[in-house]
């Protein structure tokens, strides 16, 4: 197995009006992983998402209409395949994610010869809390979750994923777009195409700008919506995984 510290990589980030953050995350991955490209999927934004990512530095790939964080990961997924990427890292927009742990994130890939690789918000690194309805919400999630990839996972709902060729191959035609789709159905089809699902604990940093998504009302609906996207995950039928091709990037 090609050495996940040797291999080519893309970095994806999806964005949806991000315009505050985006330029400081390129530029930060752009540090913590000189050797990685870096593709930022505007996914149908209203402000400068797309301008502001290409001018710190990014591959940018404009989506013409809002198709949420699974249409624009499969859109990435879909690049990272036909230009013969070996791994790809999704990384959100809003400066959470720490680019230093992407390192973490390849050492966990080659111990465990794991096709997947989560950045877990809940496994003992940092301080990041979620609580009420979501937190509880985020457990069952994760206990389901833990039996069906056969692997102790906490967080499920992370948005901080490592990827490697058999993965990008799967994910590029059969990535689920529905909401909590790109995170817990995700999960579900690797595991049932046979791909290793496995976790390392990450530090979370606060949004680096924008609003967050948090009240009591919110916190429910996630947990109604993470509840139904798990019955849907579950009553699909498998999709077998296909090779990884060897894919000559073009020149």
């Not at 998402?49 to 249409?71: K, S």
């Not at 990272?80 to 790809?88: Q, S, W």
């Not at 994760?142 to 992370?158: G, H, I, N, Q």
């Amino acid at each position: 197995m090609l050495s996940a510290s040797s291999a080519r990589m893309l970095v994806i980030v999806p964005a949806w009006n991000e315009q505050e953050t985006v330029a400081g995350v390129v530029s930060e991955l752009r540090s913590a992983v000189p050797g990685a490209d870096v593709l930022v999927v505007d996914d149908g934004s209203a402000d400068r998402t797309a301008e502001e990512a290409d001018r710190a530095g990014a591959l940018v790939l404009e989506l013409p209409i809002n198709l949420g964080v699974g249409g624009a990961m499969r859109a990435g997924y879909t690049y990272a395949m036909r230009h013969g990427y070996d791994l790809a890292v999704q990384v959100d927009a809003d400066g959470q994610h720490d680019p230093r742990e992407i390192p973490n994130l390849l050492a966990r890939m080659d111990e465990e010869q794991a096709d997947i690789v989560i950045g877990a918000r809940f496994a003992g690194v940092g301080s990041y809390e979620a609580r009420g309805p979501r937190r509880w919400s985020m457990r069952m999630l994760a206990a389901v979750l833990s039996r069906v990839c056969r692997t102790r996972l906490t967080d499920a709902t992370s948005g901080f994923k490592l990827s490697n060729r058999r993965a990008i191959t799967l994910f590029s035609g059969n990535y689920p777009a529905e909401y909590l789709g790109d995170t817990v159905e995700s999960l579900v089809i690797a595991a049932r195409a046979g791909l290793v699902v496995r976790q390392v604990g990450v530090a979370m940093r606060p949004r680096a700008g924008g609003t967050p998504s948090h009240s009591p009302v919110r916190a429910a609906v996630f947990l109604g919506r993470a509840a139904l996207a798990l019955v849907i995950a579950l009553s699909r039928p498998t999709v077998p995984a296909q090779p990884a091709l060897d894919i000559e990037a073009p020149a």
